[in-house]
């Protein structure tokens, strides 16, 4: 800490290092100059820094070994005060910065759930949303004790719920309750949650649709709980004066199928994050942006904007802010063999996020083919074993 904090204040510089001898340029600079952060991204290609006294010295050394030295970036106290000297409106900038900053802060822009399995995030969103707290909501509106008795009210299957504001960022993490919070009493069906050729069907309770062998798709009822007019259960239950709905319960067993597939090519340009993000403020004008403050390149952008509303009418302004991420951009090249395990890897993560829990996996077929020049792809397919069955009760 004490070594980053020193650097700072004497600055240094973010150096971009290519050449086909850039091995022996760093051994010749370890001697003489220290570079220190020196990252490679192949035979060819480094990112390193140096103290802004050492920069001319590394001169002589990368003509002497080829290596063709790019300044990325000047980082420390001395090079704020220089440009704060040569541009009398930089520190009027930094005040509006400051003050953007202040503005932007008071806002929600990100709602992030944790905790779900049966329950969706949107689900959770939407429950927020609807009491208050949702991206461009501003942080004093937002009463966390609030939104946690109201997502609970609203959501049976939780039983547990905590509200957190973290600058732009707010947290709902959520607890589910183990079993659904319906009774035995609570009519409904046993719907299929995805599509599936059925292996094994029982109903505890309700009437039997499917059998073994039948192809059922997502939403279609498996058991339901209204039960058969000519079935003994009927009979028996409107003697007894009970309703003839019931809460279906069973268990339906089926062959799931999921597939996916993933193109990769053999030599692709890659973007490397290098550095801490750079953040401009301004106003976004019918779709143009007027912004204050540094702009690296090249660099990920992410912008984040606010509409301006006057009551209820909108006016074409919004509040901007451009988060910029410098980046180094260097190629990868693949033999077919690397690239085929890539794109093999990539979709075989694409089906198993989409698997539902306590599957059991029965077969896997995997298909390489070629999508076009300097590109492969893998399709893969996947068959499961899983219990589909999901109650919905009647509306």
Known sequence: ?????????????????????????????????????????????????????????????ARRRGVQVTLLERVGLPFLLARARRHPFFWMGMGVSALLFLWFSSYVWVVEVVGTHRLSADEIRAGAAALGLHPGALRRDVDPRRLEDGLLLDNPLLTWTDVRLEGIRAEIRVAERSAPPLGSDTPGDLVALRDGVVVQAVAFQGSLQVKAGDTVARGQVLVSGRLDPGSLDHQQRVLAGDSPVVHAEGVVRARVGYDAEAEVPLAETVEEVTGRPRRSYGLEVAGRAVLVGPRPDPARVVPWRIPIHLGPLALPLALRMDERWPVVRHQVERTPQEALAEAEARARRAVMERIGDGATLLEETVERYRPGPGRVGVRIRVETLEEIGHFVPYR
């Not at 370890?30 to 001319?56: E, I, T, W, Y």
């Open 1 to 61: 800490m004490r070594d980053r904090w020193r650097r700072f204040l004497t600055g240094y510089v973010i150096l971009r290092l290519r050449g086909g001898r850039l091995e022996a340029f760093l051994n010749e600079t370890s001697r003489s100059v220290p570079l220190f952060r020196v990252k490679r991204h192949g035979p060819r290609l480094a990112v390193g820094q140096v103290a802004r006294h050492d920069f001319r010295r590394l001169r002589p050394i």
